[in-house]
């Protein structure tokens, strides 16, 4: 009789996001962002009977979600030039006085790792949201509705290279459509 125990079989998420506490961080915010999506599908189209799709109220509403987004999606795109700032060589001999500069891009390079997921879940809620927004109010064969679902389009991609960032198969697609992105979104965003 074998008594030795055969390994619990690992979930697919055990196996994609191996740390413990960021695999219940990310199923936690995943969790949120799901949920606020959910609520802003039900309560959206009882809120949009209260006021005129055309009125400036609602109109700022939808527009107000996509600059919190916008402002999530700085943050969450933070960790590029961090990371990138820690492999650059000099940066070990920026020193003043007692103070060296490696240690603290460091200190800020650890959080922004911690919060790059979380941040980036949320803001693409928000962003389904103002763009159901947008949508409900009527489509308009205009700029600022091809440019939003062209790069709701590039965020979708994002996410699924994301996905694939955690086992490192993405073969650097992650960071091609995060600078995709970030250009269309600030295209859409200043010309709309």
Not at 13 to 38: A, D, G, W
Not at 97 to 123: D, M
């Amino acid at each position: 009789m074998n008594s030795a125990k055969s390994p619990a079989k690992k979930s697919w998420l055990q196996t994609l996001i191996k740390n413990k506490s960021e695999r219940k961080k990310v199923i936690f915010i995943f969790t949120i962002s799901f949920l606020l999506v959910v609520a802003g599908l039900i309560y959206i189209p009882i809120y949009k009977h209260s006021l005129p799709l055309d009125s400036k109220i609602y109109e700022g509403n939808f527009k107000e979600l996509g600059s919190i987004a916008r402002i999530g999606f700085f943050a969450a795109l933070a960790i590029y030039p961090i990371f990138l700032l820690l492999k650059w060589k000099p940066l070990s001999h920026i020193k003043k006085g007692n103070f060296e500069l490696k240690p603290l891009i460091q200190f800020l390079a650890k959080y922004v790792r911690q919060w790059h997921v979380p941040i980036a879940l949320i803001s693409t809620a928000l962003i389904i949201l103002h763009g159901y927004m947008a949508l409900i109010k009527g489509f308009q064969a205009n700029f600022t509705y091809f440019s939003g679902i062209i790069t709701m389009a590039v965020l979708a991609c994002l996410l699924v290279m994301g996905v694939k960032r955690y086992k490192r198969t993405d073969k650097k697609w992650h960071l091609k459509f995060a600078i995709s992105f970030l250009v269309l979104f600030m295209i859409h965003a200043t010309f709309s």
